[in-house]
């Protein structure tokens, strides 16, 4: 049984996940870090690996410091053919709530649209996040991207 949070709660955690969307499929990259507590973790991890415990990631980021360098290389040094995304996530399902941390789940789908071609299904699966209660509102102190498929683009190059 899921646990409860009270109205306000419960609208900042939809919020943050509907913002966290809005932010990464806006194209405006320097938005996403902001969206994690300093010392956070952000893993893109195959379904099968996290229910066999098995520690390989596609990504896996250990502090916003890394994310912003993720940015940067997003901005500044990542070479590919651009392409928009659009996320479509569930409602979060709270699982358990302990003081300040949220853990939650929501099933999300991204659709990625490369300029000249059809829009394609790129990634599904579900975040598995601990959220934390800070002085600048909710934000994520663990975010973990567990894909469905084991097949995947050559490069995912834009957080999901």
Same mark, same amino acid.
């Given at each position: 049984m899921a646990a409860t949070l009270n109205f306000?709660?419960?609208?900042? @955690?939809?919020? @943050?996940y509907a913002d966290y969307a809005a932010a990464v499929d806006s194209g405006n990259w320097d938005l996403w870090p902001e969206f994690f507590v300093d010392d956070c973790a952000y893993r893109l991890q195959p /379904?099968?690996?996290?229910? /066999?415990?098995?520690? @390989?990631?596609? @990504?896996?980021?250990?502090? =916003?410091?890394? %994310? =912003?360098? /993720?940015?940067?290389?997003? =901005?500044?040094? %990542?070479?590919?053919?651009?392409?928009?995304? /659009?996320?479509?996530?569930g409602v979060p399902v709270v699982r358990k709530v302990d003081g300040d941390r949220i853990e939650s789940e929501a099933n999300y789908a991204v659709v990625r649209t490369k300029l000249s071609e059809a829009s394609t299904v790129f990634n599904v699966g579900r975040y598995i996040d601990v959220v934390a209660r800070t002085p600048d509102g909710l934000k994520f102190a663990s975010r973990q991207c567990i894909y469905d498929s084991e097949m995947i683009p050559n490069s995912i190059i834009y957080p999901i």
């Open positions: 306000e709660d419960w609208f900042g @955690l939809t919020q @943050l /379904r099968e690996n996290h229910e /066999r415990g098995f520690p @390989l990631a596609t @990504l896996s980021f250990t502090s =916003k410091g890394m %994310l =912003k360098d /993720r940015v940067y290389g997003i =901005k500044e040094t %990542l070479f590919h053919d651009p392409y928009y995304q /659009r996320h479509i996530v």
